[in-house]
């Protein structure tokens, strides 16, 4: 049940002490599921003290249900680990894909796994009980964080403005008090944020215009359009008119394709790693992608990207792992682009395997060091194994975001599994072109043409030019071929960062910030698979390099674990790397990988790891305002 | 009246019934909320009576389920946390090891004494609660020295 938009909770008394001020977090609307009575009414108590706004449920599926129908009704999601009806972590990772709200986990259960699996599967955050309210006074960080990898778009830039301003949890919820204030001062920030890109600054005065949803095919007729004027010629305009698309935007595209951009990029220079990575991953883990591998190459680009590791070092584990000199890729990616890509791979979530770029260049094929046999194996026959994992994962984690629902999630489609090479497909191929890979993978801009498809095997008809994540089964599938038949794509091979192009689902809590570098970054890390991280790493490790500070950023966002789990069942791996380094650089990424792929996020999040100014964000972060443009 | 519910409180404290959670909880409370506390603690008694007898009839079943017992025992734990009570906790936590190790008897005795520990400790916080009440608004939380 949404509470009317007031700003302030049941008591009055002022939200953190401001009066006139921004009254946040004030006003923060907190879903808190337990099937303990007791602690339900204690937190419950507890969190109005803090002024938020709370609702109460004592059962996983009722929550679930509640989430659903108000879609933007909720910033924040606090749940038990332990309950009847359902896992709390299958909560944690249903509400990390459809909703893609930082989720918080609690439990008396302080054992190190469990918190483990917290993390894992995504989760912003996890208290031991007894819950005191002094760990409840500051939840609230994890939704401007969230927010604010979304929106980042250069890593420099930061949206040091946004941490002051929360944004709602959704651009387009209603207006509550806060959330005009709130959204008044995202709003702001965006417009400084964006105002790099120049072009056109949106009115940020004006509430959030609707948010465009790249959709598969939207993000495939851009993709078209753009590899039809050449990537570095493209304008927006051109692109608006090619792509003759009622009620977009001229800005819609421009912030579109500045995210596009900085996802190539990125491709570019992960790409190479990825290939390593996803060697060492893939190899050296099964289909269960343990934890422990990905941790491994986590830690690696984790070290990585945090520290900037040098990406030589992640490479050289990787290709060590992978037994494959990496080669930075793609020859064709300028280097932006490669590390855009890198940056994007690991966080996509695809993770798995990174995409070989279908066709053409070899170069990082993430998976290429990486048998590929043993991709397919993993895929085929393992990978089923690891799809099904990352499903599992995916769907245990949280259910991608709607989009990306046929990615590696649960995804019904045939291929489970597919779905996840698919998104590695996507990556990897859709490099340059990046729309394609429909696999719910954001795929990183198709820039990393060498980006091998790894996942050749599955060859599904990925879209080509849809933005990972195809929801659809088939795109999941076509995850797959477009990593295979596009030319390499940036190693997006991984996961591809969520783009949600696809935005099959609603896309509510979209902002689609959020797909831009949590999906990236996020989606590798939710998965254990270790195939994903494999790939990731290699994106990864190229990122890193260039992309470093963007990781950061990213990576906040990225980690969603829970989106990458979905994201990519192979994706995981590559997450998981990309998790790694951005724990590392960055506290975890609260969002939980925005399986809601949308591409505008993925873009931005490509953006902003280039420090690219995005275009135009309007959106506040949803990037577009068209909501679901039909295509 | 007041000083002897302070007092009183003091000794739960003392004795171990109660913990800083508890103390928690009375910070929570306010003239908004004046009977928080009770409430909750009514709501626990309550629902621990629930979670008792399903260990109960679990026991008496005589086939042990150390995992369903322990599933159990792993909520009622966590509801006792979360109003500090400190000595049912401690039973919770040494029932939850003996179903770890298969220890059936060890089971028993733990749940023995855990319901001993439960049914104290409900006891003294009616008696707190009710004097507390007829000493009308006392200060709240203050933490035990």
Redesign the interface.
Known sequence: MLNPGQGRG??SGVAGGSSNSDPFPAGLRVLVVD?????L??LE??LR?CLYRVTKCNRAEIALSLLRKNKNGFDIVIS?V?MPDMDGFKLLEHVGLEMDLPVIMM???DSKSVVLKGVTHGAVDYLI?????EALKNIWQHVVRKKRNEWNVSEHSGSVEETGQREDGDNNSSSANNEGSWRSSRKRKEEEVDEQGGDDKEDTSSLKKPRVVWSVELHQQFVAAVNQLGVDKAVPKKILEMMNVPGLTRENVASHLQKYRIYLRRLGGVSQHQGNMNHSFMTGQDPSFGPLSTLNGFDLQALAAAGQLPAQSLAQLQAAGLARPPSLSKPGMSVDQRSIFSFENPKIRHGQMMNSGGGGNKQMNLLHGVPMGMEPRQFAGGGQMRVQQQQQQLSGGRAVGQNVQSSGMMMPVGGGPSMLQQQQVMLSSSVPRRSETSSGSRVLPAAATTQSVVFNNFSSELPRNSFPLANAPGISVSYQEEVNSSDAKGGAGFGNPSYDIFNDYPQQYNNNNDWDLQNIGMVFNSHQDTTASAAFSSSSSTQRTRAEHVQNHHQQQQFPSQSLNHMNGGGSVRVKSERVAETVTCPPATTLFQEQYNQEDLMSALLKQEGLPLVDNEFDFDGYSLDNIPV | MQRQVALIKQSLFDQGYLDEQFVELEELQDDANPNFVEEVATLYFKDSARLISNIEQALERGSFDFNRLDNYMHQFKGSSTSIGASKVKTECTMFREYCRVGNAEGCLRTFKQLKKEHATLRKKLEQYFQLARQAGPKETARRPK
Request: net charge negative; charged share 35%; hydrophobic share 25%.
């Open positions: 049941p008591d099937d303990d009575p007791t602690c009414m204690i108590r507890m003290t038990d332990h439990s008396a259960d009980k007894p819950v005191r309210i």
